[in-house]
């Protein structure tokens, strides 16, 4: 034990980059798992889809028009964030959709902290939603 105090006072910079490191790790770790709890699989995604619920597909204009998931809603991210009060007339839940999986995350989890709560993200976007066969739409 002796040793060990003698080590930390020895090498104060190597043990603050040990604990920041650390510190580092678990804030990712917690972040990831609280962008996890809107993401759905495709096969929840289908689910939804089957069940009424409202798809929004938070991509370019240009990427919708080369394909798109059917009866898709094309609205740009900052639009539905600056103006989420569409989702909450809808009384179905809403399904965001993304390239990968990773803005249409990050908008859900804005959304619901604006007390959206059925509000939901497809894991992997459209290419996971292409990958497993599923139809696509092209305008």
């Known amino acids: 034990m002796q040793d060990l105090i003698e080590f930390t006072s020895a090498n104060p910079w190597l043990i603050s980059g040990l604990i920041a490191s650390g510190l580092a790790v678990v804030f990712y770790e917690l972040r990831e798992k609280a962008r996890d ?9 289908v689910r939804l889809i089957n069940d009424g619920s409202k798809v ?16 898709a809603q094309n609205i740009p991210e900052k639009d539905l964030l600056e103006n989420p009060d569409k989702l909450k007339k809808h009384k179905k839940s809403t399904l965001l959709v993304c390239d990968t999986g990773n803005r249409s995350a990050e908008a859900a989890a804005s959304l619901r902290k ?22 696509v739409v092209r305008d």
């Not at 709890?37 to 995604?45: D, M, Y």
């Not at 929004?56 to 009866?71: C, K, Q």
Request: proline share 2%; aromatic share 6%.
């Open 56 to 71: 929004i597909d938070l991509r370019a204009a240009d990427s919708f028009a080369t394909g798109h998931i059917v009866d």
């Open 37 to 45: 709890i809107g993401s759905l699989s495709t096969a929840l995604a």
């Open 114 to 135: 604006e007390g959206i709560e059925n509000v939901f993200s497809m894991k992997g976007g459209l290419a996971a939603w292409q990958q497993e066969n599923l139809p």
